[in-house]
């Protein structure tokens, strides 16, 4: 027997995405050469926990997980723990977001990105944070920014410091 490449750990909704959840578990798949669709289905389930496992029961129910594919299981998860946020829900946070204390530039402009994907700014992208470098903890950034001339954004500064 080939010995096992990662870990197959159960999730836990407080302290991660499903989504990046299921990236990790699809690289488990690939490090442990698993391509059988059926012992995909049999590995998710056997590993996702209680917590997940019983609420994916009821979202398929009477049917059960195990005769769904890896497909259908996580996207149902998906949509029932991940539900599509609204634009104009992600961008209020977006707009109450500060940096907080304990986190670094790169966190809060990470952060920001994360939040920022979701409002579909597109072209407006670099001009919407623009006013989060007022937010900044470190005053010393802050002030070198707000004095800033010419054309680069106060946002892709951000993104090197």
């Known amino acids: 027997m080939t010995p096992k490449i990662g870990a ?3 999730f836990e909704a407080t302290s991660s995405q499903w989504s990046s959840y299921c990236e990790r578990l699809t690289e488990c798949f690939i490090a442990n050469g698993i391509t059988d669709r059926r ?8 590993v996702v926990g209680g917590p997940t496992y019983d609420p994916l029961r009821d979202l398929f ?6 005769t769904k594919t890896f497909n259908e299981l996580v996207t149902k ?10 634009v104009i829900a992600e961008t209020y946070k977006l707009y109450q ?3 907080k204390p ?7 402009m990470a952060a920001l990105r994360r939040l920022a994907a979701i409002c579909q700014f597109n072209d407006f992208f670099e001009q919407a944070l623009r006013p989060f470098c007022l937010w900044l903890t470190d ?4 002030m070198q920014l707000l004095q800033e001339k010419g054309k680069e954004s106060a946002a892709k500064q951000l993104r090197w410091k």
């Open 77 to 86: 998860l998906r949509g029932y723990l991940e539900p599509k946020p609204t």
């Open 61 to 66: 129910a009477p049917e059960k997980p195990n």
């Open 139 to 142: 005053e010393k950034i802050k």
């Open 102 to 108: 304990d986190k670094t530039i790169s966190e809060y």
């Open 97 to 99: 977001r500060q940096q």
């Open 8 to 10: 197959t750990v159960p």
């Open 39 to 46: 012992k995909k289905v049999a590995v998710l389930l056997s």
